[in-house]
């Protein structure tokens, strides 16, 4: 969906447990999702991606949930540490293309 | 896994300044190199797509005069901000596609633009 002028959510969680970071998307056509992870003044690192054909795709630590009939995504973050705390985006690309379309972005804060 | 790499990652420059930005995918060939746009605390924008050897594709509001995209070789792409103001201070991230894995975008560390 749209983000402009948005200012970003905060998830804040204590460490060691688990996070949950959601994204509505908007484009049914999309069949690939990602999501980033950035850290501040950097660009976004890759965590994890799904295709549509998935429900679930498990990481280390992470997990990737799509359902598809209401367009949601979620990262599931198990035993949260500080070193996961940036803000995240989930991103859409649709078939036979490269472009990426981002999400509005949560900013998760770890306490110790 | 695949390196994308910009250049320079931090500039501060007077109003009026044209700006380069660089972009190189380090140990692959990057048929296609997105640049975005992202303002504090807000989401990455796209600003146009660039392919080797033609032209770049703008998005809609961005003005294909003011930034310039050159995509001459496989490995890079330069942005150039003509003519900068304040108003184009932002955080510029690129990111590469190319001939990896499952088309998966590598992305840059990102240049931030500061205009005086």
Redesign the interface.
């Known amino acids: 969906g749209e983000?402009?002028?948005?200012?970003?959510p905060t998830l804040s969680v204590q460490e060691g447990d688990n996070s949950i970071i959601n994204c509505a998307y908007s484009n049914s056509a999309s069949d690939?999702f990602?999501w980033?992870k950035q850290e501040s003044?950097?660009?976004?690192?890759?965590i994890i991606?799904i295709r549509s054909n998935m429900d679930k795709r498990q990481g280390q630590r992470v997990t990737v949930l799509l359902n598809k009939t209401v367009k949601h995504l979620s990262l599931q973050i198990a035993a949260t540490q500080p070193g996961d705390s940036a803000v995240y985006?989930c991103a859409e690309?649709v078939k036979a293309g490269?472009?990426?379309?981002?999400?509005?972005?949560t900013r998760l804060m770890v306490k110790p | 896994g695949a390196v994308?790499s910009?250049h320079p990652s931090w500039v501060i420059c007077k109003s009026g300044t044209s700006v380069k930005i660089e972009c190189r995918s380090l140990d692959f060939q990057a048929t296609?190199m997105?640049w975005y746009r992202q303002f504090p605390?807000?989401?990455?924008?796209?600003m146009a797509?660039s392919n080797e050897g033609s032209k770049a594709t703008y998005e809609q509001g961005v003005e294909k005069d003011k930034f310039l995209i050159n995509h001459a070789s496989l490995t890079l792409s330069t942005l150039t901000v003509t003519s900068a103001h304040p108003e184009d201070s932002s955080?510029y991230?690129c990111?590469a596609?190319g001939r990896v894995n499952?088309?998966?975008?590598?992305?840059?560390?990102?240049s931030?633009l500061t205009v005086l």
Request: proline share 2%; glycine share 18%.
């Open positions: 983000s402009v002028g948005l200012h970003l690939y990602i980033y003044g950097k660009g976004p690192q890759f991606d985006f690309k490269n472009m990426l379309t981002f999400g509005g972005g | 994308v910009q296609t997105f605390k807000q989401s990455l924008m796209l797509t955080f991230i990111s596609s499952t088309g998966e975008l590598f992305f840059g560390e990102g931030r």
